[in-house]
């Protein structure tokens, strides 16, 4: 049975005003009281709605997505993120915090396994679990998809729950491809976070690897 022959019925992003998780209200709730012209909601997936690759990251960054409202934007890993897209073909146009509508993604969605902003970039276990719906719902609304990119266990263990599928049966590690049921692929990838690169743990040169990698299964 392929993906598409599956009926999922869980909504593919959550309202900006989410109400499920309390911790993640309340912080979302502090940062607007400090800074009201920030975005300070559940971000949305940015790409086309016919990608066939879906990015999926952790959670969204207090001054990078949960100020500007797109994920990843604004933080250091979304500068890794982007640029690294720009280079594999998996974007066009041109990189810039200032005009961010000047780039555009090229068959690829990029969204998070926690669409709120939480504390120490920390999400619980429990808020993990109660934002998997949504990413439940955008897997099931994508008619084209082909390839997922985790940036992180946590992304990787994710999609796996999101898809019903065993975690002991596909070990994360950096690089490493993973043929799906459903005829889906993963790949994972360590976090392109400043925590990573700044260690050595993540290389610009490790990042572009896997990228190109996720991009080559589209060309195929």
Not at 148 to 170: E, N, P, T, V
Request: charged share 20%.
């Amino acid at each position: 049975m392929t993906l598409l022959a599956i009926k999922e019925t869980s909504p593919p992003e959550p309202a900006k005003h989410c109400p499920l998780c309390p911790r993640l209200v309340t912080f979302r709730q502090d940062n607007k009281a400090a800074h009201q012209e920030w975005f300070n909601g559940a971000v949305p997936s940015f790409g086309p709605a016919d990608a066939r690759i879906l990015i999926v990251g952790l959670a969204p960054g207090l001054k990078g997505a949960n100020r500007t409202g797109r994920p990843f934007l604004g933080d250091h890993a979304g500068e890794l993120l982007y640029r690294t897209l720009l280079k594999v073909g998996l974007a066009k146009g041109r990189h810039d915090l200032a005009a961010p509508d000047d780039l555009e993604l090229t068959d690829c969605m990029i969204t998070n396994a926690v669409r709120c902003v939480p504390p120490a970039n920390k999400p619980t276990p429990l808020e993990i679990a109660t934002c998997r719906q949504f990413l439940v719902g955008r897997i099931f609304s994508l008619p084209r998809l082909q390839t997922l990119l985790a940036l992180g266990r946590i992304a990787h263990d994710s999609a796996l729950d999101a898809l019903g599928l065993k975690r002991r049966d596909f070990a994360f590690g950096h690089g490493i491809r993973h043929d799906l049921p459903h005829g889906l692929v993963l790949f994972d990838s360590y976090h392109c976070s400043r925590q990573n690169t700044n260690t050595g743990r993540l290389t610009a040169g490790m990042f572009e690897k896997v990228m190109r990698d996720v991009a080559g299964t589209i060309r195929t």
